[in-house]
């Protein structure tokens, strides 16, 4: 087991790191100071290859380069979210409208520091380790981008690992989802074109809004009556735009939503179903309708052999009550699925609500705050798990 010891020698150099990013966070795309930042750490360590950036702001470090044996990819992404910032931590976000509200800068320095700790002790490694901080998990699918370069394959990458910090849970703890983790997305958009007028004759109208409001009530009928109900699935509609006057029937309405599903199969009823349901609508009312369809993440699952391994390590370090084995799986969406699209991988799920609190401010709040009590638990989880894995598959 990796010594407390390497652990705590680092401890201030990380919380320090994590704080600096805090305030200074970049949104996707955009985080080249906190990949220079990486870069300039990572290029102090011993025995770690860095390589050239493959899409822009991406860091890509491996352990061991040229050493036989299994190899293992930790994955941390980087950027922030257009939020404005609302904590009076004294490293609150000196970027206005632009905040790690949803703990990327806790996931970037737990990465950093597992890789202080694993470099040091790179001859006990029998095998590499792939350091991935990427960029763009919240807008624009870096994680895909990345491993459309091929990475993992010239890398001969085994496996591959996250962690995500998760208020829901206490600090000290873990939870990893057997199976389905995170769901696929869909992102849409609907018109509704009708025939405009005066709101005082809607006789001489054929009125676009009417009719989306007939539609968003009918497209609640997509998961209750299409779709198996031990299948999980989601169809929000999340903006509705039309007219410019209140009374004016404008000509047209404009929708846009979202399609949730754990299951590809799933997903391909739900397009299939969401296009008859909005076709139709608009010809039983005299209209006319365009849809489009945006194919966002795909659904990430959990690899078994992987997740019993997280669970076998997290107990001997956490202990089994800390443990939270068979976490019920997110609607909400991950690109590190497209890691697992290619290598078996395991997205770990970090406790960081307060002991001493029954609630925290959630993922995507203005309020929230990556715990820095956390820290050290995910690095040792991180560097444990890097162990294990190479030692059981030489």
């Known amino acids: 087991m990796v010594k407390n010891e390497r652990i705590r020698q680092v401890l201030a150099e990380v919380t320090a790191f994590r704080r600096a990013l805090h305030t200074h966070p970049e949104l996707s795309y955009e985080e080249f100071q906190t990949a220079c930042k990486v870069r300039d750490v990572l290029a102090g360590l011993p025995n770690l290859t860095l390589l050239k950036p493959l899409i822009g702001t991406d860091v890509v470090a491996v352990l061991n380069e040229g050493r036989s044996g299994p190899c293992l990819a930790l994955r941390a992404d980087m950027d922030a979210l257009p939020i404005t910032e609302e904590t009076d931590v004294p490293y609150r976000s000196a970027v206005p409208g632009v905040m790690h509200a949803c703990g990327h800068d806790g996931h970037t320095a737990i990465l950093l520091g597992t890789a202080m700790v694993l470099t040091r002790m790179a001859d006990e490694l029998p095998g590499r380790v792939v350091f991935v901080f990427q960029p763009g998990e919240e807008e624009g699918g870096g994680g895909g981008k990345l491993c459309a370069t091929g990475i993992l394959e010239q890398l001969k990458v085994d496996a591959a690992v996250a962690l995500h910090g998760w208020p829901i849970r206490p600090v000290g703890s873990i939870a990893v989802s057997h199976g389905p983790a995170t769901a696929a997305n869909n992102e849409f958009e609907i018109t509704i074109t009708g025939k405009s007028g005066h709101g005082a004759a809607p006789q001489r109208c054929v009125d676009p809004i009417v009719i989306a409001a007939h539609l968003v009530t009918a497209l609640q009928t997509l998961v209750s009556r299409t779709v198996d109900p031990l299948q999980a699935a989601v169809v929000t509609i999340g903006q509705m735009v039309a007219g410019t006057a209140s009374n004016v029937i404008p000509e047209q309405c404009h929708l846009k939503g979202t399609l949730r599903y754990m299951r590809d199969e799933v997903g391909e009823q739900l397009r299939r179903s969401l296009g008859h349901l909005v076709e139709h609508t608009?010809?039983?009312?005299?209209?006319?309708?365009?849809?489009?369809?945006?194919?966002?993440?795909?659904?990430?699952?959990?690899?078994?052999?992987?997740?019993?391994?997280?669970?076998?390590?997290?107990?001997?370090?956490?202990?089994?009550?800390?443990?939270?084995?068979?976490?019920?799986?997110?609607?909400?969406?991950?690109?590190?699925?497209?890691?697992?699209?290619r290598v078996p991988a395991v997205l770990v799920r970090l406790g960081l609500r307060p002991s001493d609190a029954e609630t925290c401010p959630t993922l995507h709040n203005a309020k929230f705050d990556f715990n820095d009590d956390a820290l050290p638990v995910g690095m040792r989880l991180f560097c444990e798990l890097t162990r294990r894995f190479l030692e059981r598959n030489p």
């Open 282 to 341: 608009a010809i039983a009312h005299g209209a006319r309708s365009e849809m489009s369809i945006r194919e966002g993440y795909p659904p990430l699952h959990n690899d078994p052999g992987l997740t019993e391994l997280v669970e076998q390590a997290a107990g001997d370090l956490l202990g089994q009550d800390h443990v939270y084995a068979g976490e019920p799986p997110s609607m909400g969406v991950e690109d590190f699925a497209f890691y697992a699209q």
